[in-house]
């Protein structure tokens, strides 16, 4: 498995919760990477994005401020540092590969397996 997310589960809201995105690819540090998420009944949205290097990054609106996208590129990981988690945050969480170096929130071609995140009010 190219891409594989772990560290969902669920908690209650105000709490925190940590998803890695391990990556078994050669070329990971060459592509910014994003986390998406799909709630029960909608589509699957945007979330963060982190450019190759991890310099720059891009948020949601509705994330800004209380999650945190980061990379180890010596680790082949991709984070996601979420807090003041609320029960809309509630979701399956996917982590993907863009085809670009820059923190897109569009083209992206490489998908994680997800992990689902409870968030209990």
């Known amino acids: 498995v190219p891409l594989q997310a772990y560290g969902g589960g669920l908690v209650q809201a105000g709490g925190c919760l940590r998803l890695?995105?391990?990556?078994?690819?050669?070329?990971?540090?060459?592509?910014?990477m994003g986390w998406f998420r799909q709630a029960p009944g909608k589509e699957r949205e945007f979330v963060a994005a982190?450019?190759?290097?991890?310099?720059?990054?891009d948020y949601a609106d509705s994330v800004k401020g209380r999650f945190t996208i980061s990379r180890d590129n010596s680790k082949n990981t991709v984070y996601l540092q979420m807090n003041s988690l609320k029960p809309e945050d509630t979701a399956v969480y996917y982590c993907?590969?863009?085809?670009?170096?820059?923190?897109?929130?569009?083209?992206?071609?490489?998908w994680g397996q997800g992990t689902l995140v409870t968030v209990s009010s």
């Open positions: 993907a590969r863009s085809r670009s170096r820059l923190a897109r929130r569009i083209n992206y071609d490489l």
């Open positions: 890695s995105c391990a990556a078994s690819l050669r070329t990971f540090s060459s592509y910014a």
């Open positions: 982190i450019s190759y290097g991890g310099g720059t990054t």
